[in-house]
């Protein structure tokens, strides 16, 4: 497929229809300062937007760079093979009535796939999408209007909803925005495609990302690893829930690791930032834009309020954000400028004493930012400039520049309240390079997603599994004697029909023994398990009350001292979800997990078991005896082996019994087919 530069950053531009919307992409051309050619085609109007129209494409001049297609969706196929045939960069499919309504219109997938074929290997935006604004250069295939200006350098952001994408160029935060490019159903060109090329323009900064579902795992997997590279930080808010992951209910594992867990999953993996709302996005961005990512999540607060010194530290109670104490020398510092009054610490109230006197509050904050913070954050909001002077706010901007000097360390303005913080100021904070935070919850959640931005890695590449047609439940026996050929620990086991069978089972095995029904997958609910039976009686009358003939007899596996799940759920968006978690009758109680994409190496399973609020009862907990690790992790391993072994949907061990010196899986589920 042909790249995306001419597609993005267009010398000509072709305007195909005659609806306002189409004369709107020539006026918001023309206002943001394009100096490109503009071309328009239609087969009837003299002119639209003030340009003058030619009647078919082959009269035009030549091959637009990009076009922008705003006729019905039988007529875009059409028009899509013309651009095509003749050489066009790359198009924008502006109707809807394709894919996104399936069910709706019959024929909408038909059309998607016949659009394909007609753009052969011209790029496609959408369709189902309003197209891309470039504020660098001025072309705006955007049907309209916006409110984004022309800048030299700035982040870029790719959003599925056009809708939400127009919001974000209303954001009055200070936000320089380079590109902005809608997907819409991702038909060809998706988020991870047009990401990568957008990261070969040395003039975005960091890009942020609006997902309603991944294009493509290897696709956005590469887009990673390219911004990896290229050393530009990369933002995502995820929303939806795949409902396919969702559907399956047999195991406890498929409720946890929903479609959500995997895009998390995923966005960890990858090395990019998730944030919860489309504020902490553009706060982020701010972040990342200014000053690149955070080192670390420890925060020096500088405020002239007590209130504010509390509220700030409440707000971060819960999430990363961490305030150092003070050292002994900053301590001094802070004394010689502040005097003897101030109680010191971070956050730190230096009270209005020296309010005003640059020299004093730049000592004050470079002083704050000599310890182990990774970020300043100076909390200000600004007055109303319609009623009131700013002269003396402007001051403290003056003492943070200074500060910032002297310390080498980046300093962020943070208003409580995200309208406290003009427009105007803003933008000039930008440009020397201190961060404006609008908001509190958006400044903590913003600081937290720029210090936890991990990398892509390399050598062990996701993996993409086949989808799985009609899958099959297997049996609690034959899905041990599955996962024990992978390494899993299992107790003496054996199957029996009849109480008589069952009992003569358990005096082999030995007792005590566990005594479970066959064919349940929910066998607890349905009262079909009975634990440490000590006799042939027991087993009989357990047997007995049963509302199944056929038992599985085994070795009752005593001396546990924690309870884990482990299971691996096919996410159809994001692969293979390997989610562990507390266990037993715990899962639902404490919703304790921690997800992960396979494969995953024995380290990942270490650092995501210390990751859990259950890791204290793991390591041993109020002088009860540790858990032997390693076993739990070759438990783990095992069940990673089945599950890249071959077709699967779910796999689940719950509880994995853990124990000083073993991880035995007293039960297994597990739901596998024949490839799609």
Same mark, same amino acid.
């Given at each position: 497929m042909a790249a995306l530069e001419r597609l993005l950053a267009p010398k000509s531009i072709a305007v195909i229809g005659g609806g306002t919307w189409c004369a709107n992409v020539i006026g918001e051309c023309r206002k943001s300062g394009y100096d490109g050619k503009l071309w328009v085609v239609h087969p009837s109007k003299p002119e639209i937007g003030g340009c003058a129209a030619v009647t078919s494409l082959a009269d035009l001049p030549g091959p637009p760079d990009a076009a922008f297609v705003g006729v019905n969706r039988h007529l875009t196929i059409d028009i899509i093979r013309e651009l095509s045939a003749a050489g066009a960069g790359g198009a924008?499919?502006? @109707?809807? !009535?394709?894919?996104?309504?399936? &069910?709706? =219109? @019959?024929? !909408?997938?038909?059309?998607?796939? &016949?659009? =394909?074929?007609?753009?052969?290997?011209?790029?496609?935006?959408?369709?189902?999408?309003?197209?891309?604004?470039?504020?660098?250069?001025?072309?705006?295939?955007w049907p309209d209007q916006h409110g984004l200006v022309k800048v030299p350098r700035g982040v870029a952001i790719i959003a599925q909803s056009s809708n939400i994408a127009l919001n974000l160029t209303m954001q009055a935060r200070g936000l320089p925005i380079a590109y902005l490019v809608t997907v819409g159903n991702q038909a060809q060109v998706g988020l991870s495609r047009v990401g990568q090329a957008l990261l070969d323009d040395p003039r975005a900064t960091a890009i942020g990302l609006h997902i309603e579902g991944i294009d493509d795992l290897a696709a956005f997997e590469a887009f990673a690893l390219k911004a990896q590279a290229c050393g530009k930080p990369v933002v995502a808010l995820k929303i939806g829930r795949s409902a396919q992951a969702m559907a399956a209910t047999i195991s406890h594992t498929a409720s946890l690791a929903g479609s959500m867990a995997g895009a998390s999953a995923l966005l960890k993996r990858t090395g990019v930032a998730q944030v919860n709302s489309l504020p902490d996005l553009l706060e982020t961005l701010k972040i990342l834009h200014t000053v690149g990512r955070l080192s670390s999540a420890k925060v020096a607060s500088m405020s002239c309020s007590g209130g504010e010194a509390s509220l700030i530290a409440d707000t971060a109670t819960g999430s990363a954000v961490t305030f150092p104490a003070l050292t002994d020398d900053q301590k001094s510092k802070l004394m010689d400028a502040l005097g003897p009054k101030v109680a010191l610490a971070n956050p730190l109230d230096y009270h209005t004493y020296i309010w005003g006197d640059i020299d004093a509050m730049s000592r004050t904050f470079a002083a704050m930012m000599a310890g182990d913070a990774a970020l300043g954050i100076v909390v200000l909001d600004f007055p109303r400039t319609d009623r009131c002077a700013p002269d003396e706010w402007l001051k403290v901007i003056a003492a943070i520049e200074k500060a910032m000097t002297i310390s080498g360390k980046p300093i962020a303005v943070l208003s409580t309240l995200a309208e406290n913080l003009p427009e105007h100021v803003a933008n000039d904070l930008i440009s020397r390079r201190i961060v404006p935070l609008c908001g509190l919850d958006e400044a903590i959640a913003a600081i937290s997603a720029a210090s936890d931005m991990g990398t892509c890695r390399k050598q062990m590449p996701i993996h993409i599994p086949q989808p799985v047609r009609e899958p099959v439940l297997l049996s609690e026996h034959d899905a041990k004697q599955a996962l024990k050929h992978h390494g899993l620990w299992l107790p003496k086991n054996t199957l029996a029909d009849g109480s008589v069978k069952a009992a003569s089972a358990a005096s082999n095995i030995g007792f005590p023994v566990v005594l479970k029904g066959t064919g349940i997958a929910h066998k607890t609910e349905a009262n079909a398990v009975a634990l440490n039976l000590q006799s042939l009686e027991d087993v009989k009358r357990a047997a007995d009350k049963m509302p199944v003939d056929s038992f599985l007899v085994e070795e009752m596996v005593t001396d546990t001292l924690a309870e884990l799940l482990v299971g691996v759920v096919l996410d159809p968006a994001h692969g293979l979800v390997l989610t562990l978690a507390a266990g037993g009758i715990l899962t639902e109680l404490l919703q304790d997990r921690v997800s992960l994409l396979l494969p995953v190496s024995r380290e990942d399973v270490t650092s995501a078991l210390d990751g859990l609020k259950y890791a204290r009862v793991l390591q041993g907990y109020r002088g009860s005896a540790s858990c032997d690790l390693e076993a739990i992790v070759d438990a783990v391993m095992a069940v990673q082996s089945y599950a890249l072994s071959g077709p699967v949907a779910e796999v689940e061990i719950n509880p994995l019994l853990c124990g000083a010196d073993f991880a035995i899986a007293a039960d297994a589920l597990i739901k596998c087919g024949a490839p799609q």
């Open positions: 924008v499919c502006f @109707a809807s !009535g394709f894919s996104e309504a399936a &069910e709706e =219109l @019959a024929d !909408g997938s038909d059309l998607q796939s &016949e659009l =394909l074929i007609a753009a052969g290997h011209m790029p496609i935006l959408g369709p189902n999408c309003y197209g891309f604004i470039n504020a660098l250069d001025g072309a705006a295939l």
